[in-house]
């Protein structure tokens, strides 16, 4: 077998393969011994014709079409490894030339595990950020806590802020009503800001039976674009006015969310958390920051058969979200005002940018031979067991082979992560 590489582009090449006299008998002697344990033979069980035997009654169109089809299964992938590429899918076949029993020509086109070229991954320049947590923090939780421990009364009065009120709405654009601006027995508290700016500022003064309209425009950089910058007019009906009594914020409070005596053991334990939380998501996306670094500073080819991945990934978890909501995927992109030529063009970029870290990551762990053992990948397994003891279907795809290389492989992209954020201190 001879080959000759042709690159097409730097995630794509072409190979071209020659097999000789000898690489066609090799396959034309296993093609007959596959043949030869389908066809029938008077005097003969199936599957039991000698080679020799079915050769006689085997037409000869059939032998060569199977032989060239045994000689390219055979020497394809060799043919990659020969040229030292790794396929990323198996690679699309042309047959140019063939003599049966002499010579036979293909071309094998794929797409490839591109040449990575890493920038000075020890020296990328990214500074981490540091977690303050301020008063204002703390006073919000404080705040969403006595929130909880609230107590409502009907009250016979116009609603001012701060009062809970249930409301019907309908909302309406151009006189029809638009997905999502409906509800029904809804209860919102003024002054929340939960909706558009001028609603429940509109819905104060008002009092239980009152129904009344609402002319209010979208902010412009509304995530709906078809409701951005829009002129509505919102139906409302006011069904009941509650007054929100929150308790005061203090060690009788305190006492009740926990094992606090003080308003001020509350209070630390509440920023604690608040800088681990913080911690934590500084610590990500300093991560996030690394790898876009790395990517910055290296040459790294995004094939597109691997961008086309994590396209469907994309969509998929979209759908999958849209259909808790009752939505399609069709759905969301109206409700979005989105076409779909526009969401595959911004997702797009975000594919490219995975692939790309993905691939930036893998070559970075080869370089730097950074891997974990089998024992390590066990425990994780076995965490991941008593996580899911309940749900059986989990438990069974933990003992598939590829679920299990693919812990593995997660974890080995985790130990670069750490590598990177341990060298770029």
């Known amino acids: 077998m001879k080959t000759k590489s042709k ?51 085997i037409p000869e169109n059939d032998l060569n079409a199977e032989t060239i089809d045994v000689a390219v299964r055979t020497t394809v992938i060799e043919a990659f490894k020969e040229n030292e590429k790794s396929p990323l899918v198996m690679p699309s076949v042309n047959v140019t030339k063939y003599v049966p029993g002499e010579m036979a020509e293909y071309t094998a086109t794929a797409d490839i595990i591109p040449e990575i070229k890493l920038g000075d991954y020890k020296k990328l320049g990214v500074k981490r950020e540091e977690a303050k947590i301020s008063e204002k923090d703390v006073k919000g939780v404080l705040d969403n806590l006595a929130s909880s421990f609230a107590e409502k009364k009907v009250v016979k009065r116009a609603a001012k802020l701060g009062d809970e009120v249930i409301i019907d709405f309908v909302g309406k654009k151009d006189g029809k009503a638009f997905d999502g601006g409906s509800a029904k027995d809804y209860h919102l508290t003024l002054g929340s800001n939960t909706f558009i700016p001028g609603f429940e500022d509109g819905i104060v003064g008002h009092e239980s039976g009152d129904k ?26 006011v069904k009941q006015v509650n007054e929100i009594t929150k308790p005061a914020i203090d060690d009788e409070m305190a006492k009740k969310c926990g094992p606090f005596k003080t308003l001020q053991d509350l209070k630390d334990d509440i920023k604690k958390n608040l800088a681990a939380q913080s911690e934590q998501r500084l610590e990500n996306k300093y991560k996030d920051d690394l790898v876009n670094a790395l990517v910055a500073k290296s040459k790294v080819p995004a094939p597109e058969i691997l961008i086309k991945d994590q396209l469907n990934m994309i969509r ?6 849209a259909a808790t909501q009752g939505m399609s995927f069709e759905d969301y992109l109206k409700r979005a005002g989105e076409t779909e030529e526009n969401w595959e063009k911004q997702a797009r ?43 059986p279907e989990a438990l069974k795809s933990l003992k598939d082979p590829n679920v299990k290389m693919d812990i593995k492989n997660r974890m080995i992209i985790e130990a670069t992560l750490d590598f990177l954020v341990k060298n770029n201190k």
Do not use: H
């Open 349 to 391: 970029k975000i594919a490219e940018a995975r692939v790309k870290a993905s691939l930036a990551l893998q070559t970075l762990a080869v370089n730097e031979k950074i891997t974990v053992s089998d024992d390590l990948v066990a425990a994780k397994i076995a965490e991941l067991k008593d996580v899911y003891k309940k749900s």
């Open 316 to 321: 998929e978890d979209i759908s999958r979200n």
């Open 212 to 237: 009344f309209d609402l002319e209010l425009t979208f902010p412009k950089d509304y995530g709906v674009k078809d409701l951005a910058g829009a002129k509505t007019v919102f139906e409302v009906l």
């Open 7 to 57: 690159k097409l582009s730097d995630s794509r090449v072409e190979i071209t393969v020659t097999l000789d006299s000898k690489d066609l008998k090799s396959a034309a002697e296993k093609a007959l011994e596959k043949l030869a344990k389908e066809i029938k033979v008077e005097g003969f069980r199936q599957g039991k014709v000698p080679a020799e035997v079915a050769k006689k009654f």
